[in-house]
């Protein structure tokens, strides 16, 4: 004798047995449709010889295929990963389409396109690259050249380069011009009497380095700190024409400033002094 049931799905007939039965409380999976019933609720028992020919209730009597499949019970752990091949299938789904690798007449696989297109762009990388490197030396070189007295003051060793370039270029190699570290410390003004001042300070250079000589500017101002007159010195007016012009002033140096002039009918009351580079 035969026990079968029928898959309510698909109304194809498997052989059971009592041990399926118990395996999950009657729980089985079609072999066909793989849909998940209960076999006990359409349990039939034929002969031996017997051919299955019922059906599903609702539908009407036709022969199942023959032999029939036998049902397998619901099996609660998930079956092992089988191991991935050359090309490992996707597990979830995104908004890119998946370009699969195929296999060439060798048997290897050969790249998605847009692998090949990664390989272009990174030619073309290079290309750029090289294109570019002339116009990275010329920005290069213009920075060196208006950076040359800074340069010089950082690498002392690079000078003896610098100047033999500007020799060849026709450019001069100036000493760095940094205003805020220059400072104008005890000055004074004194009536020499017939209109004529004559002016003293003490100009000074706090950088480590050395620098250029400024020009300096002088206001006469009323009573009221209103300018009367303002006249700018230049390094060959308040060095005078005995004492040689030096080429700038030392590190943490410092010179001194004697400068007369008329100021005709003007009485100033007080004056202020200004430290620039033209």
């Known amino acids: 004798m035969k026990t079968i049931t029928i898959c309510p799905a698909c109304s194809t007939a498997f052989r059971v047995d009592r041990v399926q039965l118990e395996a999950r409380n009657g729980q089985v999976r079609c072999g066909v449709c793989r849909t998940v019933f209960d076999a006990r609720s359409s349990l039939h028992i034929v002969g031996d010889d017997a051919k299955i020919a019922t059906a599903a209730p609702g539908r009407s009597s036709s022969p199942p295929p023959a032999p029939a499949p036998e049902a397998s019970p619901i099996v609660t752990k998930e079956p092992a990963p089988k191991k991935a091949g050359p090309?490992?299938?996707?597990?979830?789904?995104?908004?890119r389409r998946k370009v699969p690798a195929t296999p060439s007449a060798a048997?290897?696989?050969?790249?998605?396109?847009?692998?090949?297109e990664r390989r272009?762009?990174?030619?073309?990388e290079w290309l750029w690259a090289a294109a570019s490197l002339p116009l990275v030396i010329v920005a290069v070189a213009q920075a060196a050249y208006y950076y040359r007295s800074e340069l010089t003051v950082m690498q002392p060793e690079l000078r003896p380069a610098f100047e033999f370039?500007?020799?060849r270029l026709g450019c001069d190699l100036p000493l760095p011009r940094h205003v805020e570290l220059m400072s104008i410390e005890g000055s004074d003004l004194?009536?020499?009497g017939g209109g004529v001042l004559t002016l003293?300070?003490?100009?000074?250079?706090?950088?480590?380095?050395?620098?250029?000589?400024?020009?300096?500017?002088?206001?006469?101002?009323?009573?009221?700190d209103q300018p009367l007159l303002r006249r700018?010195?230049?390094?060959?007016?308040?060095?005078?024409p005995l004492t040689p012009l030096a080429p700038g002033i030392p590190a943490s140096g410092e010179i001194q400033l004697r400068v007369p002039f008329d100021v005709a009918d003007a009485h100033p009351a007080g004056y202020r002094l200004?430290?620039?580079y033209p």
């Open 87 to 95: 090309v490992a299938a996707a597990t979830k789904p995104s908004g």
């Open 107 to 116: 048997g290897q696989f050969s790249l998605p396109d847009f692998k090949a």
């Open 120 to 124: 272009r762009s990174k030619k073309h």
């Open 165 to 167: 370039i500007c020799v």
């Open 190 to 192: 004194q009536a020499e």
């Open 200 to 224: 003293s300070a003490t100009l000074r250079n706090s950088a480590g380095f050395e620098q250029a000589l400024p020009a300096v500017e002088l206001t006469l101002t009323d009573l009221r």
């Open 232 to 240: 700018v010195l230049q390094p060959s007016d308040y060095l005078g």
């Open 274 to 276: 200004y430290v620039f």
